[in-house]
């Protein structure tokens, strides 16, 4: 089945070490979002890929960083993590032609 | 500007409907939708409305839009226990290619 994967589904950084947070898909979508959700708010749109065009949200921290290398996969870095940074990160993609979008099951990240 | 809202919590018995309201303020949105997450878990698709349209039925669920007043809402008929869940409402603006989502509505299905 076409989905979109996001690995791992859990992880665990420590303060101030770099972490990468993987998705892809196989829905050969041409747009890719990251979005971070913390407990009980709504996902918030960090940035986002179309074809190669990066879209970086105005208040998105310096400190997040993303990477597509081909269609299938996106990457989104997180250089020195603080415990404000712990949350749920969700990858979705879309079709430039749809407006749907299709979330994976996302990554829990943890900072102690 | 883009803020959508919605009530935190929603409490049903298995069996009747469920109604979860939504407002949203950018006037110039295209589409409008829902998504459930369950515990966990990413958001799932549920349905979604053109801003052309008022009405859209998908077999349990009717999506209501009344766009003069800004007010969007899911009815689920005959509500299970696995429709507990937290639903998001959320709206699609063409500028930007972005989706703002509200605050997400917590529904509990009671035995």
């Known amino acids: 089945d076409a989905m979109v994967i996001q690995n791992p589904r859990y992880q665990v950084t420590q303060f101030g070490k770099p972490v990468t947070l993987s998705c892809s898909q196989t829905l050969n979508h041409n747009v890719m979002y990251w979005y971070q959700q913390k407990s009980s708010q709504a996902p918030k749109l960090l940035f986002h890929?179309?074809?190669?065009?990066?879209?970086n949200e105005a208040d998105t921290p310096d400190n997040f960083q993303s990477r597509r290398p081909n269609t299938s996969f996106c990457f989104l870095d997180i250089r020195s993590p603080g415990l404000g940074d712990a949350a749920m990160y969700l990858c979705?993609?879309?079709?430039?032609?749809?407006?749907?979008?299709?979330f994976g099951p996302g990554t829990r990240l943890t900072v102690t | 500007g883009e803020d959508v809202e919605q009530s935190l919590f929603l409490s049903v018995r298995e069996g009747d409907s469920s109604v979860i309201n939504c407002t949203y303020t950018?006037?110039?949105?295209?589409?409008l939708y829902w998504y459930k997450q369950e515990p966990g878990a990413g958001l799932q698709l549920l349905t979604y409305?053109?801003?052309?349209?008022d009405m859209k039925q998908d077999q349990r669920l009717t999506v209501l839009l009344n766009k003069k007043d800004k007010h969007l809402s899911l009815r689920i008929a005959d509500t299970q226990t696995g429709d507990s869940a937290i639903y998001f409402c959320a709206e699609f603006t063409g500028g930007g290619n972005k989706l703002t989502f509200g605050t997400g509505t917590q529904l509990k299905v009671e035995l």
């Open positions: 890929y179309y074809d190669k065009d990066f879209n």
């Open positions: 409305i053109f801003s052309n349209m």
């Open positions: 950018d006037s110039s949105s295209t589409y």
């Open positions: 979705a993609t879309s079709s430039g032609k749809s407006y749907e979008q299709y």
